[in-house]
């Protein structure tokens, strides 16, 4: 039943994903119509991210001057409150981007609701992205009756308060410890963690310093932080059980030969390593992807 149920969801959600984005990018033509000509439009063509009610754009350097015009447009989508046009690339240790505010509302935070779930959280001050909500989901529906599981760089808390709130469903009783660094970041995802009523031990601090304070061995680790993991590929094998799973994320052209890589670097700190699975998920640059690599454990 509570199986049906996720899956339900997540179709819809999948099917409510791809609806979304084809009426979005068909009624923002209809939308810029009135104020790009065709070739201007086609620059525009890529389709545009919404975190709550916050449309997320990029404006390519040539509609640069008409970006308030632009921004004016698309908020006529009805959901749609503030227009934030992206002003750099994800950077630095938070992971985070600056955004102009281009139409709307003068804000950044907002609510996002997902399977279930709702985040609060401020799209400039803290890393999320909402294109990975098939992979949460994916990593939740792993997760089994009394599993001990840690969630390094947990940022406002998606991956762990969507297993929390699944298993709580199930009637599965899971301990969840959540590290995050960005003080914002930490701050929401104790307000999250008490929006979604779930218990998750929150601790704000480096997962390098505070995962052997806790002197805890588990039995899974997400580590999503795709541009550095191998700097803490060590501090996760020292505090994963044995059998224990680890989803470890990276960039990479090559799946396969990047899964064989991190197989190869455990074998490094002396432990055995199987693939369990090797999931693509989004993409980071042109040819360049987002992959997760579930490895099960085995110290030798
Ligand atoms: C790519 S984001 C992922 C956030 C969240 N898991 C999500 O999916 O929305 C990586 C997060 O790790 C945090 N971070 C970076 N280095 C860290 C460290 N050494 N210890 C703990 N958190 C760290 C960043 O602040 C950021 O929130």
Redesign the pocket.
Known sequence: MQFKFFVCNFICFASDFIYMQTTMKQSLKIFLGEILNNDEIKLMNRSFDVIGDIAVIEIPPELEAKKKEIGKAILNFKHIKVVAAKAGI?EG????RKLEIVAGENRKETIYTEFGCRYLLNIEE????ER?GNE?IRISQQVKEGEKIL?????????PILIARMKKRENKNVEIYA????PV?YKYMVENVRINKVNIKCIL????T?TPKLGLKFDRI?M?????AE??LDTALNAINDRGIIHY?GFSDNTKIFAEEVKKQCENFGYGAEISDVVACGAYCPKIGRVCVDLKINKK
């Not at 240790?93 to 985070?96: A, F, I, L, P, V």
């Not at 803290?126 to 992205?129: A, T």
């Not at 999503?224 to 550095?228: A, H, R, T, V």
Request: proline share 8%.
């Open positions: 994800f240790e938070y992971r985070t803290v890393y999320f992205s990975l949460r969630a390094m760089f947990a940022g406002v808390g998606p991956y590290i995050e660094l960005n970041g601090g480096d997962v390098k505070e997400i999503p932080l795709p541009k550095d700097n803490f994320y």
